[in-house]
């Protein structure tokens, strides 16, 4: 007992509170383990060379979708551990010690208000970028509660820095797949339509912009950073986290050499990030992750970072081209799948398809046969060639519509349209697919109390926009469980369908029992009273 208590008596209050704020984060074990195998006995403190190590980034093959090379990734590796723990730990003659680590750590990795760690995210990329000789124009006004940024970015700036905490994810979870080993091989995708949501959000005049036939890394437009910093805190809110996770990563994944194995069959050495899809590309998959949280951020994070693609394409359950166009067809392949959806719909307004557009709609439940709106959450999205979160305003619940043909009934004198809807009220849907799947009709947000304000697509307008659709996928979010469920409800209506289908021929082997006599009998005298027989 007098051991223990002069123990607890020696432990000093600022260890104290680094320690229970690295509990917080349920990562004080790793961090202990992490600690013990980069730290140096004698001193007990870890050298800054050693911190640095772990969170260099090194690439044999660095690829993009587009064809065009992130060339000054290599060189932003490089100084990328420096800058981090430059910025966020405190060093001594020997190093870096047990509380500095924990505070570095909590710094980056804890608790925070988004701004903060925004804030965090643009001082690595600009002091990164400083140290690699990259001129970026940012600014900050450091004080003990607050960090106001200064300054521009130019796109090629934004696209650098989007492309980086893109890194950031994919290696994280290439880390925690493989062991505490990251693969060498990547390709970045395509994120120019995250780059021209900045410009068109940011910039004061885009009305001589062609969304679709520019180059954004090309474009000479500096876009204030302030303005970039709102613009990420409403659209992609969860980008800052791609540098939490990547830290958390490098430093509670930590393994000896002699603990490192090969990565298992179902890891892959190679991470590919060529589109399965038309429309859901990894880089489209990864703007929508960026404003989700939970199991539905990961089943769609399985398609920006794909280890699997049998079980990618589970997630897929309709798509147009190849299931059929219509909603008969969209209506066979969605039923009984209770749980997130992703609808996304390929549109275009001239002939030639040269100038289309995708926008999307995100359910937390399944489709219903109604004749009303339901749902209780949502969001739509401009996915390309800008792209843009749209997300619940909370003053209505008009999320989803869907409707088909009514069965039973011969004349309505109202009848409700028939398609699927989001936003808006019947009538005035926000957005509106007819029965066909051949057209979509796309309203401004004034006649939608459901979802915020924000346009679809570049130059939308404030009149309705008719446009053919071209393709139509829906995406299934809600994992193992809402396949298998479905896989049941479909094989149990097709037992019920067999079931009706099937005449027992025992029954009619005579004329007094056989439905031809009951008609006959019908027909000589209807107003005769039939008891059935029980």
């Known amino acids: 007992m007098g051991q223990s208590s002069s123990r607890e008596q020696e432990v000093s209050p600022e260890l104290r509170e680094v320690q229970s704020l690295a509990a917080s984060t349920g990562a004080l074990p790793s961090l202990q383990k992490a600690f013990s195998l980069l730290s140096d006995p004698q001193t007990k403190s870890i050298p800054i060379h050693s911190l640095q190590n772990c969170?260099?980034?090194?690439?044999?093959?660095?690829?993009?979708?587009q064809g065009v090379v992130f060339k000054e990734a290599p060189l932003l590796f490089t100084h990328l551990?420096?800058?981090?723990?430059?910025l966020f730990f405190v060093a001594d003659k020997d190093g870096v010690n047990w509380i500095e680590f924990l505070r570095g750590y909590t710094k980056c990795c804890g608790r925070s208000v988004a701004s903060t760690l925004f804030n965090n995210l643009f001082r690595v990329f600009s002091v990164t970028c400083s140290k690699a000789g990259l001129p970026v124009d940012l600014q900050f006004e450091l004080s003990d509660d607050d960090c106001k940024i200064n300054g521009s970015l130019s796109p090629h700036n934004i696209l650098m820095l989007l492309s980086i905490c893109w890194i950031f994810s994919w290696d994280s979870r290439s880390f925690k797949l493989n062991n505490g080993k990251s693969s060498g091989k990547f390709s970045l995708p395509d994120i120019s339509h995250l780059v021209l949501s900045a410009i068109e959000s940011c910039a004061e005049d885009v009305r001589e912009l062609d969304f679709w036939d520019s180059v954004v890394s090309d474009l000479d437009i500096q876009l204030p950073a302030a303005k970039i910093h709102l613009w990420a805190l409403q659209n992609i809110p969860n980008l800052a986290?791609?540098?939490q996770q990547f830290v958390h990563a490098r430093l509670c994944y930590l393994t000896t050499p002699e603990d490192k194995s090969e990565p298992s069959c179902s890891s892959a050495h190679e991470i590919s990030s060529s589109a399965i899809s038309d429309l859901l590309?990894?880089?489209?998959?990864?703007?929508?992750?960026?404003?989700l949280r939970g199991s539905i951020h990961e089943e769609i994070s399985k398609v920006c970072f794909p280890s699997d693609s049998d079980e990618t394409n589970e997630n897929l359950i309709y798509r147009s081209s190849v299931h059929g166009k219509g909603l008969n067809r969209f209506w066979s392949n969605v039923e009984g799948y209770n749980g997130p959806l992703l609808v996304l719909i390929s549109a275009s307004e001239d002939e030639s398809n040269t100038r289309r557009w995708i926008?999307?709609?995100?359910?937390?439940?399944?489709?219903e046969n109604k004749e009303v709106y339901y749902g209780t959450s949502g969001s739509l999205y401009a996915l390309s060639p800008a792209f843009h979160a749209i997300l619940s305003s909370g003053r209505e619940k008009n999320f989803v519509y869907s409707h088909l043909h009514p069965t039973g009934r011969v004349y309505?004198?109202?009848?409700?349209?028939?398609?699927?809807a989001f936003g808006g009220n019947i009538g005035n849907e926000r957005i509106f697919m007819d029965e066909d799947f051949a057209r979509v009709t796309v309203r401004h947000h004034a006649v939608d109390k459901t979802y915020q304000h924000g346009a679809l697509f570049p130059n939308q307008g404030?009149?309705?926009?008719?446009?053919s659709v071209l393709e139509v996928e829906v995406w299934g979010l809600g994992g193992k469980t809402a396949r298998e469920t479905q896989t049941?409800?479909?094989k149990r209506e097709q037992l019920f369908t067999e079931q009706r289908r099937t005449i027992d021929l025992k029954t009619f082997a005579n004329w007094e029992d056989s439905p031809e006599k009951m008609m006959m009998d019908m027909m000589s005298n209807p107003n005769a009273v039939r008891r059935e027989e029980r």
């Open 55 to 65: 969170f260099n980034l090194t690439f044999e093959n660095l690829e993009s979708d």
């Open 81 to 86: 551990g420096s800058t981090i723990v430059d």
């Open 241 to 243: 986290d791609c540098f």
């Open 281 to 291: 590309t990894p880089g489209r998959a990864w703007a929508i992750s960026l404003t």
């Open 359 to 367: 926008i999307g709609a995100l359910t937390h439940q399944g489709f």
């Open 412 to 420: 309505d004198a109202h009848p409700k349209p028939v398609g699927v």
């Open 462 to 467: 404030f009149l309705p926009v008719e446009a």
């Open 488 to 490: 049941s409800y479909k």
